[in-house]
């Protein structure tokens, strides 16, 4: 069992950045593939990014490439996003999530294949 905390949402002008974290409990978060999720008022849940259980891979969605930077440290048994050039349509809630992952190298991009979720951050971007 995994239990996620994100933080670090809040509100910022267009341009900014902000740094979320994720913070699990439990000894075994090594283990565990990781990725971020958002999810804006009347729109589904959409992938944002993915990092490996040993943090060597990383994989984004194309419209977070070059602006986010998913990483991890496996010893504080955090994972985090940081988001530069924020934009308004970044504005939505944040999700981190978390998967038993049997290889070091494989990251996960699919929704229903995380088993743990966070209770989520709000990201607010103003123009």
């Known amino acids: 069992q995994v239990q996620l905390v994100e933080s670090g949402g809040g509100l910022v002008q267009a341009g900014g950045s902000l740094r979320l974290s994720c913070a699990a409990s439990g000894r075994t978060f090594s283990l565990y593939a990781m990725g971020w999720f958002r999810q804006a008022p009347g729109k589904e849940r959409e992938f944002v990014a993915a990092?490996?259980?040993?943090?060597?891979?990383?994989y984004y969605a194309d419209s977070v490439t070059g602006r986010f930077t998913i990483s991890r440290d496996n010893a504080k048994n955090t994972v985090y996003l940081q988001m530069n050039s924020l934009k308004p349509e970044d504005t939505a809630v944040y999700y981190c999530?978390?998967?038993?992952?049997?290889?070091?190298?494989?990251?996960?991009?699919?929704?229903?294949?995380?088993?743990?979720w966070g209770q989520g951050t709000q990201v607010t971007v103003s123009s």
């Open positions: 999530a978390a998967t038993r992952a049997y290889t070091s190298s494989a990251y996960v991009t699919k929704h229903d294949e995380y088993n743990y």
């Open positions: 990092i490996s259980r040993s943090g060597w891979n990383t």
